[in-house]
């Protein structure tokens, strides 16, 4: 059978047996959904589980072994906070629905005696489990966190008001009535009157709906046949069947209506474990497997829509030669350029020395606009090989590498950054690696040394310890920036300069990340003979 309220009143009937004025020792949350109290009771330890599985939802007690996590989880603590100690003083059944309330009794931080209610709503997908203080009826905290996005009703947040769940207009079978008399007379069919004592009496799964319309259809007394029906849930008696389709089902005593008993338990806990043991445990797999493919799937979509559009950037960025081009020309003529000049025609010598028209800013120097021609072209370069690792980068990468235990720090002297000289004897430090970088200029740089970087791309940090070096200091050092970099083999590479003061790092920045403001920028060529040249003689 379902877990239905039929079922529901059962197992309340045998917890409250078992575990009344019981105390809770130990919480834990093996699972998302699900939590385990230890309650000590008549001299035992009972596992109770509370699941909110959107599948298995349940209240049982388990003997079952559960792995716990490592950390507990955030709710795992406010559990153990509040009900850690505290004592069960009643157990019960809302109507015949499907909602169990556990009233518990502990003391606050002032010592103070006070009652909360833990509850379990079993709902399928909106099963939950709740913790409400009883005399401002406000949620402590809840399993599954329930907004006004998904839910018009009622809030499940922690400081919400609960709200019971919506009401059925149907009546509690257990309550002295006589409706099914005229039930029985109007419905001889079986199956339609299921269908009618489910839509008339709450808690009614289809199963139970069925087996007690068959029981009602019997001859005899029609009273006894109701009261005897409802009474099996009073004293249960758990029962395996096997269908006729060979799958199993329990139930709480024999529904001889969907097949034959295979196995009878000496409780409904002890049932339903041996039921769900491995169904439960094959739903978490699916579960998490469904998790891992709807990741991929919508990485994989992303990704195909970020494929298409770094492939339209590489397809722009093929004009990269003709902004250098037009640099290098400009450089050439620059004595031809007036400011103020919005384009100038000047001979290619590149092809046969053809006219080549070159667009100006108007706002800017002659210099400058040489500049911005290479500037753009240097990023365009960039994009080429930026764009190169994200193309290999958009298929790969869904499933993240497992963790390995940190090495502990090795005894051995930590290289030091390499050391240059300018032409002047002023010294040069070069970082090797991004933690060199950091203790480079965070923490051995003075605040009024000057700081070198390649712009937007990666390589080292390179520091000149002077606090008003020269120019020609300053274009080495920029060139050795642009050589321990990524742009190594680019003709012309853009290196940002400024103070350390200027230099500060992000809380929470990777190593070798740092901001500034108020750079200055050169442009060099990468000389593998220049660095030769400052590199210190041993």
Do not use: C
């Amino acid at each position: 059978m379902s877990f239905d309220g039929l079922f529901t009143h059962a197992m309340v009937t045998e917890l409250h047996e078992n575990l009344l004025n019981g105390r809770i020792t130990k919480i834990h949350q093996p699972y998302q959904n699900e939590l385990i109290l230890t309650i000590r009771a008549n001299g035992k330890n009972w596992p109770l589980l509370l699941s909110a599985d959107p599948t298995y939802p349940r209240i049982q007690v388990t003997r079952i072994p559960y792995v716990n996590p490592a950390v507990p989880t955030n709710f795992a603590m406010m559990m153990r906070k509040y009900l850690q100690g505290a004592i069960i003083t009643e157990i019960k059944q809302m109507a015949n629905d499907r909602v169990v309330h556990l009233t518990i009794t502990t003391r606050n931080e002032l010592g103070d005696a006070e009652q909360l209610t833990l509850i379990i709503e079993i709902m399928a997908r909106h099963s939950n489990v709740i913790l409400v203080d009883q005399q401002t009826s406000r949620i402590l905290d809840v399993i599954k966190h329930v907004g006004a996005d998904q839910n018009r009703y009622r809030l499940l947040l922690p400081g919400a008001t609960y709200i019971e769940p919506p009401k059925q207009d149907k009546l509690d079978p257990f309550t002295p009535n006589t409706d099914y008399l005229d039930l029985v007379k109007q419905y001889p069919n079986e199956d339609v009157l299921a269908k009618q004592l489910q839509q008339h009496y709450q808690g009614l799964g289809r199963d139970s709906a069925l087996q007690f319309a068959k029981e009602l259809h019997q001859t005899g007394d029609l009273k006894a046949h109701y009261q005897h029906f409802l009474a099996t849930f009073d004293d249960p008696q758990p029962t395996l069947l096997t269908l006729k389709t060979n799958k199993t089902m329990f139930a709480a005593s024999n529904y001889s209506a969907f097949g034959t008993k295979t196995r009878q338990f000496d409780s409904l806990s002890t049932l339903l474990d041996f039921y769900y043991q491995d169904a439960a445990q094959r739903e978490r797999v699916q579960q998490q497997a469904g998790n891992l493919i709807r990741v991929v799937r919508n990485d994989l979509k992303k990704n195909r829509k970020k494929y298409k559009k770094l492939q339209q950037t590489l397809a722009n960025t093929k004009q990269a030669d003709e902004l250098r081009l037009k640099g290098e020309i400009l450089t050439t003529y620059l004595y031809e350029v007036k400011r103020g000049m919005t384009e100038i025609t000047l001979p290619d010598y590149y092809h046969d020395n053809q006219p080549l028209k070159i667009q100006l800013s108007n706002q800017i120097s002659p210099s400058r606009n040489a500049q911005k021609y290479f500037s753009r072209y240097q990023k365009q370069k960039n994009a080429v090989i930026y764009v190169g690792e994200q193309l290999k980068l958009t298929q790969q990468g869904y499933l993240k590498p497992k963790k390995t235990k940190k090495k502990q720090r090795s005894s051995r002297k930590v290289s030091q950054p390499q050391q240059f000289f300018a032409t002047d004897g002023t010294e040069i430090s070069v970082g090797k690696n991004n933690r060199q970088n950091d203790q480079l200029t965070l923490k051995t740089a003075r605040k009024t040394d000057y700081w070198l970087h390649t712009q937007k791309i990666p390589g080292s940090h390179v520091i000149i310890h002077a606090e008003n070096p020269s120019e020609q200091t300053l274009t080495e050092a920029a060139n050795l920036a642009a050589y321990f970099s990524k742009a190594r083999e680019s003709a012309t590479v853009p290196v940002d300069y400024v103070q350390v003061k200027r230099i500060r790092k992000p809380n929470g920045a990777k190593p070798g990340f740092v901001i500034y403001e108020g750079q200055k920028t050169l442009y060099v060529s990468p000389s593998a003979d220049l660095v030769d040249q400052l590199t210190p003689k041993k």
